[in-house]
């Protein structure tokens, strides 16, 4: 264990959810946040996030592990958030107790036709509820928005400010199904967890402010952030484990990796190609460069 220091020792993550395999986008977010935990000797965490079970695919969890050790990828901790629920429980009952949270009523269907009547954002939540059920039953928890303007610095895509009034509204933490929310959990386990940075695709960039806001919300940490392009098929389309990307290839892991070494923007000499995995592993820990990264939205997918 290094001695420590004053400064944080960095840590970083990746974090699929087993909706399906592998695809070339999750991999872009996993190879570009382990090389920026390693560069800086930091640690790389792997979290399975399997709170959703209506969208898991049997065995895809494992599936992703297998995958990423046959790429080479090392990782210092594994954890599920199946095995986080009671964490997710206490800090939703913190929210409440401090009166922000409250239950909310409303069928997705009504959020809907409201917003069309107003010309709005089909899944912005008007806050129906804020003031009361008004004789409906409870179905979704959600965070009472007081202070929805949110500014967030993003090593790659430069300091951003979202309203999130006008984004989501307020937000679900805890579905009609009884599901702990995707932003609830993952904001708590990134504070809880320590994590320093989260480098994750663009398209979870909104989802950061919501994250970040919980996490000021409950007094917890916060981490920093840096979003990468997501990876888009030929229409525009984020890739994405419940569309059918495609799985990523098994049997040529050094030339997938070079790929995405070259759509993050690195650089990686062509002779790489042919050499093995470690050697092409060696050459990202020295010459990794977050600010080689584009600063753009999305990116086309090569394969
Ligand atoms: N579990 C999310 C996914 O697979 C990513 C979560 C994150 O990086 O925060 O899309």
């Known amino acids: 264990m290094p001695a420590p220091t004053h400064k944080k020792a960095y840590r970083g993550r990746f974090a699929p959810s087993p909706s399906g395999p592998l695809h070339f986008g999750s991999l872009l977010a996993a190879t570009a946040s382990y090389l920026q935990a390693r560069q800086q000797q930091g640690e790389w965490w792997l979290r399975i996030e399997d709170i959703d079970p209506p969208r898991e695919v049997k065995g895809a969890s494992q599936q992703i592990i297998n995958t990423l050790a046959l790429y080479g990828f090392k990782w210092d901790n594994l954890s599920y958030q199946s095995q986080r629920l009671a964490l997710y429980q206490h800090y939703l009952e913190k929210l409440q107790q401090s009166h922000l949270a409250y239950p909310c009523g ?31 039953p409870a179905r979704a928890i959600r965070i009472k928005l007081t202070e929805p303007r949110q500014t967030l610095h993003d090593a790659i895509q430069g300091t951003q400010t979202n309203d999130l009034s006008q984004i989501s509204g307020d937000f679900i933490i805890k579905r009609a199904d009884g599901l702990f929310s995707y932003q609830l959990a993952v ?53 994405s484990k419940q569309s059918a990307a495609q799985d990523i290839a098994t049997e040529s892991p050094r030339q997938i990796l070079w790929l995405a070494l070259d ?41």
């Open 106 to 136: 409303c069928s997705r269907k009504e959020i809907i036709q409201f917003n069309q009547q107003q010309s709005k954002p089909a899944g912005l939540y008007p806050g129906t509820c804020r003031q009361g059920l008004n004789g409906k």
């Open 187 to 239: 904001a708590v386990d990134d504070s809880t967890q320590e994590m320093t940075q989260i480098v994750r695709g663009y398209d979870l960039h909104e989802s950061s402010f919501c994250q970040h806001y919980l996490q000021k919300s409950l007094g917890l940490h916060s981490p920093d952030y840096a979003h990468i392009p997501v990876a888009v098929a030929p229409d525009g389309i984020k890739l």
């Open 263 to 303: 759509v993050l923007g690195q650089q990686p000499p062509v002779n790489l190609k042919k050499q093995n995995l470690k050697q092409l592993w060696q050459w990202g820990f020295t010459n990794w460069n977050l600010n080689k990264v584009p600063q753009i939205q999305s990116v086309l997918s090569p394969l």
